[in-house]
């Protein structure tokens, strides 16, 4: 009877150390899975490379080899802007000086007709923007100052004016028209302080030539009409000037 006792005991207490056991590897396994469901999940996808026998881990989402080198090659070109290239959004600022070649003016003053009273111009033309990928839209202000027998008229003109081809087509020639009115801040008497003004060009250009700044030479005529008397202006003009794109 002693030795039933003695051997209940012992399984009992061997049944109490196998359910410890048991109820602490639980415990401990439970900690680790809650352990590992609290470290945040990672949305990178690594894959074991062995490189000289060693085992390294490579982030897969990271594009490699010709991969790469085609996302390397065009993001270079969707930043890069090769020179004498501008775009639709981009705009310019040409700033100019000339002088007239050969001029006439008719009833303007005491004189029927003046020969060469066209002298310097100066002006600044701002492009706007462009209309449907054909040509480029700009507004020109100029400063004219002319020789009559009875005075030295001076006059700003505001022109908005068409040019074609755009300046986006990298063709170096253009063409354009504008008309507009003209102001004189000094006029002859008896004349009108307004006029009629319209210029018909032809030049060339050429963009970033040294950073932002390129280059241009221009032709055509620079015409007016006074608005309340029978003066008229014709002139062939030359100028040139710089060009500043932004």
């Known amino acids: 009877m002693q030795r039933f006792k003695l051997q209940l005991i012992k399984y009992t207490l061997v049944f109490v150390v196998v359910a410890l056991s048991s109820v602490i590897g639980l415990q401990v396994v439970d900690a680790k899975v809650r352990v590992v469901n609290r470290v945040p999940s990672s949305d990178v996808e690594t894959v074991e490379v062995k490189e ?3 085992s390294r881990e490579r982030d897969r989402s990271r594009p490699v080899g010709a991969k790469a080198a085609t996302k390397f090659f065009k993001k270079d070109q969707e930043t890069s802007r090769s020179p004498s290239e501008i775009s639709s959004e981009d705009h310019f600022l040409a700033i100019h000086l000339g002088t007239f070649v050969d001029s006439d003016a008719y009833v303007w003053g005491d004189s029927e007709h003046a020969d060469d009273p066209g ?16 040509m480029d839209l700009l507004f020109r ?8 027998l009875d005075g030295k008229p001076m006059k700003m003109s505001l022109l908005p004016m068409i040019l074609f081809p755009d300046a986006t087509s990298k063709f170096p020639l ?7 009115p003209g102001v004189f801040f000094k006029q002859l008497p008896r004349e009108s302080s307004v006029s009629l003004d319209y210029q018909l060009i032809a030049g060339a250009r050429a963009f970033d030539l040294i950073e932002n700044t390129g280059f241009f030479i221009e032709t055509g005529l620079k015409n007016h009409l006074h608005l309340l008397s029978d003066g008229q202006f014709n002139g062939v003009f030359v100028s040139a000037g710089a060009i500043f794109t932004f």
Do not use: S
């Open 52 to 54: 000289n026998g060693i």
């Open 119 to 134: 002298k310097l111009n100066l002006g600044v033309t701002y492009r706007i923007g462009e209309w449907t990928n054909t």
């Open 141 to 148: 202000v100029d400063f004219i100052n002319y020789e009559l």
């Open 174 to 180: 253009y063409f354009g028209a504008g008309i507009g």
